[in-house]
Nanobody, 116 residues
Framework: QVQLVESGGGLVQPGGSLRLSCAAS????????MSWYRQAPGKERELVAS????????TYADSVKGRFTISRDNAKNTVYLQMNSLKPEDTAVYYC?????????WGQGTQVTVSS
């Protein structure tokens, strides 16, 4: 079965950096695009970034362009989200997502809190 396990969240001051990881199993990771989403309290879950299966294409939400970088290591079945210049409005639970056999699969999420 598909499993996605996020890690790397935590408390960071404004302007700081974090690197999130999502370890995938249960499917052929290298064949599928992957995405990071986030959900802040009282808000809907939103797409942060996506990456194609071979890393040839990436997309970002306007709010994170130039600050966040999505990448993947197909040998390690892992997708990353490097987050720099963090702002308080980046505070949210961050989830990775895969669509396998036309069904979305989500990890349990990792909390990112940006606060002084």
């Amino acid at each position: 079965q598909v499993q996605l396990v996020e890690s790397g969240g935590g408390l960071v001051q404004p302007g700081g950096s974090l690197r999130l990881s999502c370890a995938a199993s249960g499917f052929t990771f290298s064949n599928y695009a992957m995405s990071w989403y986030r959900q802040a309290p009282g808000k809907e879950r939103e797409l942060v970034a996506s990456i194609s299966s071979a890393s040839s294409s990436t997309t970002y939400a306007d709010s994170v362009k130039g600050r966040f970088t999505i990448s993947r290591d197909n040998a390690k079945n892992t997708v990353y989200l490097q987050m720099n210049s963090l702002k308080p409005e980046d505070t949210a639970v961050y989830y990775c997502k895969a669509i396998w056999r036309r069904t979305p699969h989500w990890g349990q999420g990792t909390q990112v809190t940006v606060s002084s």
